[in-house]
């Protein structure tokens, strides 16, 4: 059974950072691309970062600059670190395996908020 369970959300000043995780079982991590998606009330869901198998990553343009994703795969474990947040970062995250099969978390909640 494939579980993928985002945290590290939560409420967080402008100009504040938060780390997100997202632990996985049941696929072969070490294998597997990953990404960060948001999706903002009344928007479409977004690709916010990816990092492959080997640890290249790529970024969407509104985050290049202010957040990293990397991996653990000794953990079985993607993080996003989130720095210089402002309030268009708010928005439900998701972490989704990138192939061959897609997966999805459950999402955890960011609000960058005064």
């Known amino acids: 059974q494939v579980q993928l369970v985002e945290s590290g959300g939560g409420l967080v000043q402008p100009g504040g950072s938060l780390r997100l995780s997202c632990a996985t079982s049941g696929i072969i991590f070490s294998i597997t691309a990953m990404g960060w998606y948001r999706q903002a009330p009344g928007k479409q869901r977004e690709l916010v970062a990816r990092v492959s198998r080997g640890g290249s990553t790529v970024y969407a343009d509104s985050v290049k600059g202010r957040f990293i994703i990397s991996r653990d795969n000794a953990k079985n474990t993607v993080y996003l670190q989130m720095n210089s947040l402002n309030p268009e970062d708010t928005a439900s995250y998701y972490c989704?395996?990138?192939?061959?099969?897609?997966?999805w978390g459950r999402g955890t909640q960011v609000t960058v908020s005064s």
């Open positions: 989704k395996t990138e192939g061959p099969f897609d997966y």
